[in-house]
């Protein structure tokens, strides 16, 4: 009714008055032009955005130019925009330099929602789940064996591991996607790696953040930006020479993800239906997901794993008795997993505490919505702050330390507020992936391993870390001393 009787200025009126950012939503004072970039740019992001929680509440907006950010810091208000909302809040936002690091805007993880983004996250999706069931388990384990080996040949000496984490975690994508594994020692891993970390840290700097906030920036010289630019073109000629060469040797073996996606550009079955082409850049894009959402993020977790278990060396006792008991010598199986509490709990209470993608990946309301009776207009950018939501004293008891009981049965952790993979449509395409990952890995490391600290005289490992986009423990060193005495 009020639409034929009112009249349609008064309509507009209305319509631009619900559309401006809700004058009640909470946050810190901005300044102008700059808004509240001094909070933005801070040292470890995700504890400050914390810290600021406990001052304006669990959801607060900060402004960045004139883009205005909302931070989630608890796991309902979380479940509220991603799961319950999630059509409202899958969007991700535009920027000038997303587009130049996701092929303009062709990766999974950094293209805006779309009718082609559906299409193609669901035939990645599938893709994936095919060679889960296929091949993963087999996969993992071999690379589990061999970080095994790699310890054992260290001899007790004094070693950071960090490397031979992310040669482990890289090799599973790499044979998944390629079909292909590396040593340490080889180049062209090396080549890989050090370009994808150089895009993510570099892309993840202030410098390179201002130029979407302060578009005239862009016409001043930055070097920081060059070398994004650079490494950039570097990335993108090492992965089409991999994909050039497997087109030529390994395709029509078929089981890889690769050779799964090029099977749907050739015969589009589900893809076509879905009026999707599959292109060369999207192929091309997907490998880039995989291997930069893939190596750091579990290469991290396992570095935080041992630095925790140094602190608290009767856990990593806990965890090898129990397996002990529950197999005897023989290695764990994914399957195990219900048998194997106190490691699975020992896995959840690392991810709580460091969650190794503390601020997951900005989403942005792609319509008019609310979170928690708060109006969001369209293009809000949403920063989910899980780091914040597994530190919420209202859900976890004693939230800032290292319990793993409290996730066995009664411990009073709760697995609902448990969020490291995001959710919704959006949640971590690696979930599966990483989820056996974790388990078999340090399984394998903590039955074959005591892990030590360097010496007595050095500080144990800093356990507060470095966030950018991953959030990573200081570099610290270890002595494994193998089990098998
Ligand atoms: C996205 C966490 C491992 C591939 C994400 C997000 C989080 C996350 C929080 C963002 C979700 C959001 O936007 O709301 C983790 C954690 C991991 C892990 C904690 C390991 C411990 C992996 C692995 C892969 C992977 C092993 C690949 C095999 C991706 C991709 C996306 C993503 C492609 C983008 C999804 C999208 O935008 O639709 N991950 N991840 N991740 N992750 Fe993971």
Same mark, same amino acid.
């Given at each position: 009714?009020?639409?034929?009787?009112? #009249?349609?200025?008064?309509?507009?009126?209305?319509?631009?008055?619900?559309?401006?950012?809700?004058?009640?939503?909470?946050?810190?004072?901005?300044?102008?032009?700059?808004?509240?970039?001094?909070?933005?740019?801070?040292?470890?992001?995700?504890?400050?955005?914390?810290?600021?929680?406990?001052?304006?509440?669990?959801?607060?907006?900060?402004?960045?130019?004139?883009?205005?950010?909302?931070? @989630?810091?608890?796991? $309902? /208000?979380?479940?509220?925009?991603?799961?319950?909302?999630?059509?409202?809040?899958?969007?991700? #936002?535009?920027?000038?330099?997303?587009?130049?690091?996701?092929?303009?805007?062709?990766?999974?993880?950094?293209?805006?929602?779309?009718?082609?983004?559906?299409?193609?996250?669901?035939?990645?999706?599938?893709?994936?789940?095919?060679?889960?069931?296929?091949?993963?388990?087999?996969? !993992?384990?071999?690379?589990?064996?061999?970080?095994? =080996?790699?310890?054992?040949?260290?001899?007790?000496?004094?070693?950071?591991?960090?490397?031979?984490?992310?040669?482990?975690?890289?090799?599973?994508?790499?044979?998944?996607?390629?079909?292909?594994?590396?040593?340490?020692?080889? $180049?062209?891993?090396?080549?890989?790696?050090?370009?994808?970390?150089? !895009? +993510?840290?570099?892309?993840?700097?202030?410098?390179?953040?201002?130029?979407?906030?302060?578009?005239?920036?862009?016409?001043?010289?930055?070097?920081?930006?060059?070398?994004? @630019?650079?490494?950039?073109?570097?990335?993108?000629?090492?992965?089409?020479?991999?994909?050039?060469?497997?087109?030529?040797?390994?395709?029509?073996?078929?089981?890889?993800?690769?050779?799964?996606?090029? =099977?749907? =550009?050739?015969?589009?079955?589900?893809?076509?239906?879905?009026?999707?082409?599959?292109?060369?850049?999207?192929?091309?894009?997907?490998?880039?997901?995989?291997?930069?959402?893939?190596?750091?993020?579990?290469?991290?977790?396992?570095?935080?794993?041992?630095?925790?278990? /140094?602190?608290?060396?009767?856990?990593?006792?806990?965890?090898?008795?129990? =397996?002990?008991?529950? /197999?005897?010598?023989?290695?764990?199986?994914?399957?195990?997993?219900?048998?194997?509490?106190?490691?699975?709990?020992?896995?959840?209470?690392?991810?709580?505490?460091?969650?190794?993608?503390?601020?997951? +990946?900005?989403?942005?309301? +792609?319509?008019?919505?609310?979170?928690?009776?708060?109006?969001?207009?369209?293009?809000? !950018?949403?920063?989910?702050?899980?780091?914040?939501?597994?530190?919420?004293?209202?859900?976890?008891?004693?939230?800032?330390?290292?319990?793993?009981?409290?996730?066995?049965?009664?411990?009073?952790?709760?697995?609902?507020?448990?969020?490291?993979?995001?959710?919704?449509?959006?949640?971590?395409?690696?979930?599966?992936?990483?989820?056996? $990952?974790?388990?078999?890995?340090?399984?394998?490391?903590?039955?074959?391993?005591?892990?030590?600290?360097?010496?007595?005289?050095?500080?144990?490992?800093?356990?507060?870390? +470095?966030?950018?986009?991953?959030?990573?423990?200081?570099?610290?060193?270890?002595?494994?001393?193998?089990? $098998?005495?």
């Amino acid at each position: 009714k009020p639409e034929t009787t009112f #009249p349609k200025f008064l309509q507009f009126f209305f319509k631009r008055l619900h559309s401006s950012p809700s004058p009640s939503l909470p946050g810190p004072p901005s300044f102008p032009f700059l808004g509240n970039m001094l909070d933005l740019t801070r040292d470890h992001l995700p504890i400050h955005l914390t810290a600021l929680a406990q001052r304006y509440g669990n959801i607060y907006r900060l402004k960045c130019g004139s883009t205005t950010m909302v931070i @989630l810091n608890s796991s $309902e /208000l979380i479940r509220e925009a991603l799961i319950k909302k999630w059509s409202d809040f899958a969007g991700r #936002p535009h920027s000038y330099t997303g587009d130049i690091v996701s092929g303009g805007g062709r990766s999974i993880s950094l293209g805006d929602y779309s009718e082609e983004w559906k299409a193609h996250r669901r035939v990645i999706h599938g893709a994936l789940q095919r060679c889960t069931s296929d091949s993963l388990h087999t996969v !993992i384990e071999r690379q589990a064996r061999r970080l095994s =080996q790699v310890l054992r040949d260290y001899k007790e000496t004094t070693v950071d591991l960090s490397e031979d984490f992310t040669v482990a975690a890289s090799n599973v994508i790499t044979t998944l996607t390629f079909g292909k594994s590396y040593d340490k020692s080889s $180049e062209e891993l090396q080549k890989l790696q050090t370009c994808l970390n150089e !895009i +993510v840290s570099l892309w993840g700097s202030p410098w390179i953040s201002a130029l979407d906030s302060f578009p005239l920036l862009r016409k001043l010289p930055n070097p920081t930006f060059s070398r994004l @630019l650079k490494e950039v073109d570097r990335r993108d000629e090492l992965i089409g020479k991999h994909i050039e060469e497997f087109k030529k040797s390994d395709c029509e073996e078929g089981g890889t993800l690769t050779s799964s996606l090029l =099977q749907c =550009q050739e015969t589009p079955q589900g893809a076509a239906k879905q009026q999707m082409t599959l292109t060369d850049t999207h192929v091309h894009m997907t490998t880039v997901d995989l291997l930069i959402g893939g190596t750091e993020t579990t290469a991290a977790l396992l570095n935080w794993t041992v630095a925790f278990i /140094l602190h608290r060396p009767e856990v990593q006792n806990k965890v090898y008795e129990e =397996q002990r008991a529950v /197999l005897g010598v023989r290695y764990p199986q994914y399957s195990d997993r219900h048998r194997l509490p106190y490691l699975c709990a020992m896995i959840n209470e690392i991810l709580r505490l460091r969650p190794v993608a503390p601020l997951a +990946v900005p989403h942005r309301a +792609v319509r008019n919505s609310s979170i928690a009776g708060y109006f969001i207009p369209k293009n809000t !950018i949403i920063i989910p702050n899980l780091f914040g939501a597994h530190h919420d004293p209202e859900v976890w008891k004693d939230p800032y330390s290292f319990r793993p009981e409290r996730f066995l049965k009664d411990g009073g952790g709760s697995i609902r507020a448990l969020i490291p993979f995001g959710g919704g449509a959006r949640l971590c395409l690696g979930e599966a992936v990483a989820k056996m $990952e974790m388990f078999l890995f340090t399984a394998y490391l903590l039955r074959d391993f005591q892990f030590l600290p360097a010496s007595k005289e050095e500080p144990l490992p800093d356990l507060r870390g +470095v966030a950018s986009v991953v959030l990573k423990v200081k570099p610290y060193t270890v002595i494994a001393r193998s089990r $098998e005495q």
